[in-house]
Protein backbone atom coordinates (compact mmCIF):
# COMPACT_ATOMS: atom_id res chain seq x y z
CA UNK A 1 0.00 0.00 0.00
CA UNK A 2 2.05 3.13 -1.39
CA UNK A 3 0.45 5.92 0.51
CA UNK A 4 3.25 8.28 -1.51
CA UNK A 5 3.89 7.63 -4.88
CA UNK A 6 6.60 8.94 -7.39
CA UNK A 7 5.03 8.07 -10.52
CA UNK A 8 7.79 9.13 -13.34
CA UNK A 9 11.15 7.11 -12.96
CA UNK A 10 13.15 9.77 -14.48
CA UNK A 11 12.59 12.94 -16.07
CA UNK A 12 15.26 14.70 -18.55
CA UNK A 13 15.31 18.38 -18.52
CA UNK A 14 17.36 20.91 -21.01
CA UNK A 15 19.76 22.88 -18.79
CA UNK A 16 18.41 26.16 -18.12
CA UNK A 17 14.39 25.18 -18.42
CA UNK A 18 12.43 24.13 -15.79
CA UNK A 19 12.19 20.87 -14.27
CA UNK A 20 8.70 19.61 -12.54
CA UNK A 21 8.78 16.52 -10.36
CA UNK A 22 5.21 15.36 -9.37
CA UNK A 23 4.52 13.13 -6.19
CA UNK A 24 0.66 11.88 -5.16
CA UNK A 25 -0.48 10.70 -2.15
CA UNK A 26 -3.15 8.85 -0.55
CA UNK A 27 -3.73 9.63 2.80
CA UNK A 28 -5.21 12.98 3.97
CA UNK A 29 -4.05 13.05 7.55
CA UNK A 30 -0.76 13.99 6.35
CA UNK A 31 0.76 17.16 7.97
CA UNK A 32 3.91 18.20 6.34
CA UNK A 33 5.19 17.28 3.04
CA UNK A 34 9.08 17.45 2.51
CA UNK A 35 11.67 17.02 -0.78
CA UNK A 36 14.70 15.32 -0.18
CA UNK A 37 17.81 15.46 -3.37
CA UNK A 38 20.24 12.21 -3.47
CA UNK A 39 23.20 12.02 -5.02
CA UNK A 40 25.01 8.37 -5.72
CA UNK A 41 26.67 7.25 -2.63
CA UNK A 42 25.36 9.96 -0.38
CA UNK A 43 22.63 10.32 2.15
CA UNK A 44 19.16 11.82 1.22
CA UNK A 45 19.80 16.06 2.09
CA UNK A 46 16.45 18.19 2.65
CA UNK A 47 15.76 20.66 0.22
CA UNK A 48 12.61 21.90 0.82
CA UNK A 49 9.07 21.30 2.36
CA UNK A 50 5.41 22.83 2.78
CA UNK A 51 2.77 22.72 5.52
CA UNK A 52 -0.45 21.15 4.33
CA UNK A 53 -1.99 24.35 5.12
CA UNK A 54 -0.33 26.39 2.67
CA UNK A 55 -0.38 25.74 -1.13
CA UNK A 56 3.10 27.09 -1.88
CA UNK A 57 6.61 27.38 -0.62
CA UNK A 58 9.46 29.00 -2.33
CA UNK A 59 13.60 28.97 -1.74
CA UNK A 60 15.57 30.38 -4.52
CA UNK A 61 15.11 28.70 -7.37
CA UNK A 62 12.43 25.86 -6.05
CA UNK A 63 9.54 26.07 -5.31
CA UNK A 64 6.75 23.23 -3.91
CA UNK A 65 3.49 23.50 -5.11
CA UNK A 66 0.88 21.55 -2.98
CA UNK A 67 -3.00 20.77 -3.97
CA UNK A 68 -5.10 19.21 -1.30
CA UNK A 69 -8.05 18.70 -3.17
CA UNK A 70 -6.06 16.65 -5.31
CA UNK A 71 -3.38 15.20 -2.70
CA UNK A 72 -0.66 15.71 -5.30
CA UNK A 73 2.44 17.88 -5.02
CA UNK A 74 4.81 19.09 -7.10
CA UNK A 75 8.68 20.59 -7.51
CA UNK A 76 9.71 22.78 -9.43
CA UNK A 77 13.04 24.19 -10.34
CA UNK A 78 13.83 27.12 -12.48
CA UNK A 79 16.11 27.45 -14.23
CA UNK A 80 17.54 23.80 -14.07
CA UNK A 81 21.22 23.69 -13.79
CA UNK A 82 23.35 20.66 -14.19
CA UNK A 83 24.59 20.36 -10.88
CA UNK A 84 20.54 19.62 -10.14
CA UNK A 85 20.88 16.37 -11.29
CA UNK A 86 20.00 14.08 -8.52
CA UNK A 87 17.31 11.53 -7.80
CA UNK A 88 14.64 13.61 -5.60
CA UNK A 89 12.26 11.61 -3.09
CA UNK A 90 9.00 13.09 -1.68
CA UNK A 91 7.95 12.19 1.87
CA UNK A 92 5.22 12.94 3.90
CA UNK A 93 4.80 12.76 7.46
CA UNK A 94 1.72 13.57 10.27
CA UNK A 95 1.95 16.37 13.29
CA UNK A 96 1.46 13.37 15.65
CA UNK A 97 4.14 10.93 14.10
CA UNK A 98 7.62 10.73 13.53
CA UNK A 99 7.93 8.29 10.61
CA UNK A 100 8.70 9.61 7.08
CA UNK A 101 6.84 8.00 4.31
CA UNK A 102 8.70 8.35 1.30
CA UNK A 103 7.92 8.22 -2.53
CA UNK A 104 10.11 5.78 -4.57
CA UNK A 105 12.34 9.09 -6.08
CA UNK A 106 12.41 10.67 -9.92
CA UNK A 107 15.69 10.27 -11.33
CA UNK A 108 16.13 14.42 -13.20
CA UNK A 109 18.47 14.09 -15.51
CA UNK A 110 19.59 17.94 -16.66
CA UNK A 111 20.91 18.30 -20.38
CA UNK A 112 23.76 20.53 -20.56
CA UNK B 1 24.68 16.01 5.08
CA UNK B 2 24.98 17.98 8.30
CA UNK B 3 26.82 15.89 10.40
CA UNK B 4 25.46 12.23 10.49
CA UNK B 5 28.64 10.07 10.36
CA UNK B 6 27.88 6.32 9.53
CA UNK B 7 30.55 3.48 9.07
CA UNK B 8 31.72 1.90 7.46
CA UNK B 9 30.50 3.35 3.70
CA UNK B 10 30.53 -0.01 2.39
CA UNK B 11 30.31 -3.82 4.37
CA UNK B 12 31.05 -7.07 2.59
CA UNK B 13 29.73 -10.44 4.49
CA UNK B 14 29.48 -13.48 3.76
CA UNK B 15 26.14 -15.58 4.42
CA UNK B 16 25.74 -16.23 8.24
CA UNK B 17 27.89 -13.68 9.47
CA UNK B 18 27.34 -10.74 11.32
CA UNK B 19 26.52 -7.10 10.08
CA UNK B 20 27.08 -3.68 12.47
CA UNK B 21 26.72 -0.44 11.07
CA UNK B 22 27.31 2.84 13.32
CA UNK B 23 25.63 5.79 13.18
CA UNK B 24 27.00 9.03 15.16
CA UNK B 25 23.91 11.56 14.92
CA UNK B 26 24.01 15.08 14.53
CA UNK B 27 25.36 17.32 17.81
CA UNK B 28 22.66 18.10 19.59
CA UNK B 29 20.52 15.16 18.13
CA UNK B 30 19.15 12.55 20.65
CA UNK B 31 16.44 11.07 18.07
CA UNK B 32 18.14 8.93 15.14
CA UNK B 33 16.08 6.72 12.83
CA UNK B 34 17.28 3.94 10.56
CA UNK B 35 16.00 3.58 7.46
CA UNK B 36 17.16 0.77 4.29
CA UNK B 37 16.78 1.13 0.49
CA UNK B 38 16.59 -1.58 -1.95
CA UNK B 39 17.26 -1.05 -5.51
CA UNK B 40 15.00 1.35 -7.44
CA UNK B 41 12.68 1.55 -4.15
CA UNK B 42 12.47 4.83 -1.75
CA UNK B 43 13.81 4.39 2.20
CA UNK B 44 11.79 2.23 4.01
CA UNK B 45 11.82 2.95 7.92
CA UNK B 46 13.23 0.45 10.06
CA UNK B 47 13.34 1.51 13.25
CA UNK B 48 13.49 5.01 15.75
CA UNK B 49 15.31 5.50 18.93
CA UNK B 50 15.63 7.76 21.61
CA UNK B 51 19.23 7.61 23.76
CA UNK B 52 18.55 3.97 25.38
CA UNK B 53 15.20 3.51 24.27
CA UNK B 54 13.69 1.82 21.23
CA UNK B 55 10.61 4.07 20.54
CA UNK B 56 9.03 2.24 17.40
CA UNK B 57 10.60 -1.03 15.54
CA UNK B 58 8.04 -1.65 13.50
CA UNK B 59 9.58 -1.62 10.55
CA UNK B 60 12.65 -4.23 11.78
CA UNK B 61 12.43 -7.73 10.79
CA UNK B 62 11.51 -9.58 13.83
CA UNK B 63 14.28 -11.83 13.66
CA UNK B 64 18.31 -11.37 13.01
CA UNK B 65 18.16 -7.80 13.22
CA UNK B 66 18.34 -5.35 16.27
CA UNK B 67 19.43 -1.92 17.24
CA UNK B 68 20.36 0.33 20.24
CA UNK B 69 20.98 3.58 21.03
CA UNK B 70 23.57 3.58 24.49
CA UNK B 71 23.68 6.20 26.13
CA UNK B 72 27.25 6.95 25.28
CA UNK B 73 28.39 6.41 21.68
CA UNK B 74 26.85 5.85 18.64
CA UNK B 75 24.06 4.18 17.48
CA UNK B 76 24.54 0.40 16.15
CA UNK B 77 22.43 -1.73 13.83
CA UNK B 78 22.95 -5.63 13.90
CA UNK B 79 22.36 -7.97 11.49
CA UNK B 80 22.89 -11.62 12.82
CA UNK B 81 23.39 -14.55 10.13
CA UNK B 82 23.07 -12.32 6.94
CA UNK B 83 21.56 -13.16 4.06
CA UNK B 84 21.62 -12.39 0.28
CA UNK B 85 18.31 -10.21 0.77
CA UNK B 86 20.16 -8.32 3.54
CA UNK B 87 21.80 -6.22 0.65
CA UNK B 88 21.09 -3.01 0.41
CA UNK B 89 22.14 0.32 1.71
CA UNK B 90 20.86 1.86 5.41
CA UNK B 91 20.60 5.50 6.25
CA UNK B 92 20.99 6.55 9.45
CA UNK B 93 19.10 10.07 10.23
CA UNK B 94 18.80 12.29 13.44
CA UNK B 95 16.55 15.00 14.09
CA UNK B 96 16.44 17.51 17.18
CA UNK B 97 13.28 16.29 18.18
CA UNK B 98 10.70 13.28 17.49
CA UNK B 99 7.74 14.71 16.22
CA UNK B 100 5.76 17.51 15.12
CA UNK B 101 5.62 19.07 11.26
CA UNK B 102 9.17 20.78 12.13
CA UNK B 103 11.31 17.22 12.72
CA UNK B 104 13.34 17.63 9.49
CA UNK B 105 15.31 14.46 9.17
CA UNK B 106 19.25 15.06 8.65
CA UNK B 107 20.70 11.68 6.90
CA UNK B 108 24.12 10.28 6.62
CA UNK B 109 25.95 9.19 3.77
CA UNK B 110 24.99 5.26 3.84
CA UNK B 111 26.27 2.10 4.45
CA UNK B 112 26.31 -0.18 1.18
CA UNK B 113 25.92 -3.66 2.46
CA UNK B 114 26.56 -6.59 0.02
CA UNK B 115 26.01 -10.00 1.05
CA UNK B 116 28.37 -12.83 -0.63
Known amino acids: DQQVKQNSPSLSVQEGRISILNCDYTNSMFDYFLWYKKYPAEGPTFLIS???IKDKNEDGRFTVFLNKSAKHLSLHIVPSQPGDSAVYFCAAVMDSNYQLIWGAGTKLIIKP | NAGVMQNPRHLVRRRGQEARLRCSPMKGHSHVYWYRQLPEEGLKFMVY????????ESGMPKERFSAEFPKEGPSILRIQQVVRGDSAAYFC??????????????FGAGTRLSVL
Open chain 2, 93 to 106: ASSPRGRGVKNIQY
Open chain 1, 50 to 52: ISS
Open chain 2, 49 to 56: LQKENIID
